[in-house]
């Protein structure tokens, strides 16, 4: 089971260069995500910006979500995200400690439940946190990894987008990399 944590932010707007914002860059990549993998595979959404935003297609658009295995939901969830997302212009907070850190809980309070042996992944897309007291809240997200992690079933896979080197965001999710 695969799992995005998908920035959502107002600041997924700004330019790269080329004519192309990060949206735009991010977007052209997201439709092949279900292309590669395989028939019996699943993939969840999460989408945030300062919260983890509720609502149909995991709060990342208002059309309903495509769910169940990618032998059935392939050719929607490609349509999905290549046609439905879109940034909330209104919203320029990120919090990606916070998001992924519910985000771990939600999927290792599902991994507990079904009790059957699936590899989870989260993959986590992001730029950089913006919220006070980072520090705080990256160690706190930390902690939530090291008490509830399971080195055979949940792997996080996180992605800077464009983000600052040396930050404390890309500190973070380079360990987070690295314990997982």
Not at 60 to 80: F, H, K, M, Q, W
Not at 89 to 110: G, K, M, P
Request: glycine share 8%.
């Amino acid at each position: 089971q695969l799992t995005i944590l998908l920035d959502m932010s107002g600041n997924i707007q700004q330019s790269v260069g080329d004519g192309k914002s990060r949206w735009n860059a991010l977007s052209d990549t997201l439709p092949t995500i279900p292309i590669v993998l395989g028939g019996n595979d699943k993939i969840n959404l999460t989408c945030f910006e300062e919260d983890i935003l509720p609502g149909p297609g995991g709060g990342c658009a208002e059309i309903t979500y495509p769910n169940g295995t990618l032998a059935s939901s392939r050719d929607a969830l490609v349509n999905y995200f290549g046609n439905s997302l879109a940034p909330r212009r209104d919203q320029n907070d990120v919090h990606v400690f916070e998001a992924l850190n519910q985000t771990f809980l939600n999927v290792a309070e599902a991994e507990d439940f079904y009790l059957t042996r699936f590899r989870y992944i989260i993959l986590v897309i992001t730029e950089d946190d913006t919220g006070t007291d980072q520090s705080a809240r990256a160690q706190s997200l930390l902690d939530t990894i090291g008490l509830e992690f399971d080195p055979d079933q949940i792997h996080i896979y996180p992605i800077l987008y464009f983000g600052t080197e040396g930050s404390i965001t890309a500190t973070t999710l380079e360990e987070i990399a690295t314990r997982t």
